[in-house]
T-cell receptor, first 112, second 116 residues
């Protein structure tokens, strides 16, 4: 089955640690995105990539980093510089920019 | 800046009845796409319906239809014969081909509860 897989589903981070969220897609989509969802905030764009080896900052990129070494994969690292990382993180992909996106099931990150 | 506004934070409807969720957007672009996404308690985002701005005909998908008013920049979602499984957060989203990002811009969502 084609789709987008995010792992893990739940992740706990200690203060000062970096953590990496995984996102893999087998839809052969060129574009991939990371969104953050907070209660009452809707979805906010962290980073996006329209092609392998290229990515751009979104609206709230501070404290996050990404890589796009393969078309299928777009991991997100939440660094210690992100002061309020507790949130629900959604990865998405689309066949190209300016089309609808398809989403993974999300990762809930909690700082302990 | 391009924005999407959903003015109804919460709504409820009786099972089998019809409900309309509102969405307005702001853009100076002429070519764009609009979407409604559903996020049930599982938190999986599911595409409900899409509308291309250049199409005058309103999109429909089974019990879901939209009322697209381009001049008014309005994009409402109508759910007919509401079912308990329609209970979810609903997000309106927008993307234009005139911007540099090509990513979706979301409203803050409307929480819909379908009551038996």
């Amino acid at each position: 089955d084609g789709g987008i897989t995010q792992s893990p589903k739940y992740l706990f981070r200690k203060e000062g640690q970096n953590v990496t969220l995984s996102c893999e897609q087998n839809l052969n989509h060129d574009a991939m995105y990371w969104y953050r969802q907070d209660p009452g905030q809707g979805l906010r764009l962290i980073y996006y990539s329209q092609i392998v080896n290229d990515f751009q900052k979104g609206d709230i990129a501070e404290g996050y980093s990404v890589s796009r070494e393969k078309k299928e994969s777009f991991p997100l690292t939440v660094t210690s510089a992100q002061k309020n990382p507790t949130a629900f993180y959604l990865c998405a992909s689309s066949i190209a920019a300016f089309t609808e996106a398809f989403f993974g099931q999300g990762t809930r990150l909690t700082v302990v | 800046a391009q924005t999407v506004t959903q003015s109804q934070p919460e709504m409820s409807v009786q099972e089998a009845e019809t409900v309309t969720l509102s969405c307005t957007y702001d853009t100076s672009e002429n070519n764009y796409y609009l979407f409604w996404y559903k996020q049930p308690p599982s938190r999986q985002m599911i595409l409900v319906i899409r509308q291309e701005a250049y199409k005058q005909q309103n999109a429909t998908e089974n019990r879901f239809s939209v009322n697209f008013q381009k001049a008014a920049k309005s994009f409402s979602l109508k759910i007919s014969d509401s079912q308990l499984g329609d209970t979810a957060m609903y997000f309106c989203a927008f993307v234009s081909d005139g911007g540099s990002q090509g990513n979706l811009i979301f409203g803050k969502g409307t929480k819909l509860s379908v009551k038996p």
